[in-house]
T-cell receptor, first 110, second 112 residues
Framework: DAKTTQPNSMESNEEEPVHLPCNHSTISGTDYIHWYRQLPSQGPEYVIHGLTSNVNNRMASLAIAEDRKSSTLILHRATLRDAAVYYCIQGTDTGNQFYFGTGTSLTVIP | SQTIHQWPATLVQPVGSPLSLECTVEGTSNPNLYWYRQAAGRGLQLLFY??????ISSEVPQNLSASRPQDRQFILSSKKLLLSDSGFYLCACDRGRNQPQHFGDGTRLSIL
């Protein structure tokens, strides 16, 4: 299994930026980094993914280290609806057989 | 966009009973399909995936089986449920490697 390392939990104040770190030291050259989030009692939701360059979409930004052994998901202004478990997933060269670890549980404080 | 339908939302079954969970996909053709299970407080565990009709790959040995009788239909089954089969079962689909994976709303299965 391609595993990543994330902190178990993080807290953020509402309307402040949040930086969620992830280590993926075993990543190979063609493996993408994927981020999903899961609200209680729901299925995971796609957030963002990237290979080498930093990526932006309407939900978040993904900053990937130059050596690709780590990345950071950036939520620019946390809202209460962003409280969820965030999963960082290392892709494989055979497809999207994802290994979901325990992720980072983000608490947003009003 | 892709939509995944899973039913039922919750299910309570006795030990030793059979199981059939169905997942159907709309909005795409020839998707990759996946079954995951999530135990309470844990991450998702990939159980099965399929790249086409009749093609099933199993990720972990278990009491469950999967079938894909049609392009956009994925079924999870068991002949005799065990207590350890309890969990939150999620169906997912994508259009290929490194494409976003879309998840259904899941089925919460309790075994008594």
């Amino acid at each position: 299994d391609a595993k990543t390392t994330q902190p178990n939990s993080m807290e953020s104040n509402e309307e402040e930026p949040v930086h969620l770190p992830c280590n993926h030291s075993t990543i190979s050259g063609t493996d993408y980094i994927h981020w999903y989030r899961q609200l209680p009692s729901q299925g995971p939701e796609y957030v963002i993914h990237g290979l080498t360059s930093n990526v932006n979409n309407r939900m978040a930004s993904l900053a990937i280290a130059e050596d690709r052994k780590s990345s950071t998901l950036i939520l620019h202004r946390a809202t209460l609806r962003d409280a969820a478990v965030y999963y960082c997933i290392q892709g494989t060269d055979t497809g999207n057989q994802f290994y979901f670890g325990t992720g980072t549980s983000l608490t947003v404080i009003p | 966009s892709q939509t995944i339908h899973q039913w039922p939302a919750t299910l309570v079954q006795p030990v030793g009973s059979p199981l059939s969970l169905e997942c159907t996909v709309e909005g795409t053709s020839n998707p990759n399909l996946y079954w995951y299970r999530q135990a309470a407080g844990r991450g998702l565990q990939l159980l099965f995936y399929s790249v086409g009709i009749g093609q099933i790959s199993s990720e972990v040995p278990q009491n469950l089986s999967a079938s894909r009788p049609q392009d956009r239909q994925f079924i999870l089954s068991s002949k005799k449920l065990l207590l350890s089969d309890s969990g939150f079962y999620l169906c997912a689909c994508d259009r290929g490697r490194n494409q976003p994976q879309h998840f259904g709303d899941g089925t919460r299965l309790s075994i008594l």
